[in-house]
């Protein structure tokens, strides 16, 4: 608190009080910098698996699915199983499949395949994550997984999260 006094000496007195008090909140903010940013928590870590549509093929009625598993970030998975569902080109749903994309190694890349059945590639206009059924292995969970997963794609049909 700055005090404030009368008189010609007395006005010094205020001058030097209000640049002692300004010196010593420049000094407060800089010694309670470092500890205020070491108080702020860390930023949320980003996605650390990756899963990409990687291509799509005719398998008779079928549409064979490749889709690449990037695990290159994260931990080993006994279990990793998804819900899909396959949008046509108008954006309705078509199909749903469960699919086992584990196990899943530690710092490894595989590619996993399986089949929307009765449904033509070509009619597969989106392919969504709709959920995480299954997630195990160290500390995951079923909603960690979720939110540890990116999606991309390499063919024309979008792959959403």
Not at 7 to 23: D, I, L, S, Y
Not at 122 to 148: F, H, Q, T
């Amino acid at each position: 608190m700055v005090q404030e006094f009368e008189g010609t000496v007395n006005g010094q007195f205020r001058r030097r009080a209000g640049q002692v008090a300004a010196a010593g909140c420049l000094l407060a903010s800089v010694l309670a910098g470092p500890a205020v940013a070491q108080d702020a928590k860390p930023a949320a870590a980003g996605p650390t698996m990756r899963l990409e549509l990687n291509r799509l093929e005719p398998a008779g009625e079928n549409c064979r699915t490749y889709l690449l598993v990037d695990n290159g970030k994260g931990s080993a998975l006994k279990s990793l199983k998804v819900d899909l569902f396959a949008f046509d080109t108008e954006g309705v749903a078509q199909k749903r499949l469960a699919v086992e994309l584990g196990p899943v190694q530690e710092r490894k890349t595989v590619v996993r395949l399986f089949d929307f059945p009765g449904i033509a590639c070509p009619k597969i206009g989106r392919v969504l994550l709709n959920d995480v059924l299954a997630c195990e292995g160290g500390e995951a969970s079923r909603e960690s997984c979720l939110e540890r997963i990116d999606t991309s794609s390499k063919t024309g049909t979008e792959f959403a999260r």
